[in-house]
């Protein structure tokens, strides 16, 4: 399985980055893709997310509103529309594929920063 993402990069607290990715390597029938972040000296959090099987999202309380996710027909690209950045948006932001059995597979990772 390969995840390559693509997108990241420096805005101003305000403005707007749109992260891709791509997924290949895989034929799983159901499996939720989206996206996690860390940032420095804290956990992995989950960002958001949509469902294979039915498109269904999901977002952390601290982005809706501002994030929206969303992929291809096939659901093996996905991406993460980030509008109204905050400086507390900025970490390495990892694109990820769980499976059923709750397996996780991760990309490298895209550097977002947000400034002041």
């Known amino acids: 399985v390969q995840l390559v993402e693509s997108g990241g990069g420096l805005v101003q607290a305000g403005g707007s980055l749109r992260l891709s990715c791509a997924a290949s390597?895989?034929?799983?029938?159901?499996?939720?893709i989206g996206w996690f972040r860390q940032a420095p000296g804290k956990e992995r959090e989950g960002v958001s997310c949509?469902?294979?099987?039915?498109?269904?999202?999901v977002y952390a309380g601290s982005v809706k509103g501002r994030f929206t996710i969303s992929s291809d027909n096939a659901k093996t690209t996905v991406y993460l529309q980030m509008n109204s950045l905050k400086p507390e948006d900025t970490a390495v932001y990892y694109c990820?594929?769980?499976?059923?059995?709750?397996?996780?597979?991760w990309g490298q990772g895209t550097q977002v920063t947000v400034s002041s």
């Open positions: 990820n594929v769980r499976v059923k059995s709750g397996y996780d597979y």
């Open positions: 390597g895989f034929t799983f029938d159901d499996y939720a």
């Open positions: 949509i469902s294979s099987s039915d498109g269904s999202t």
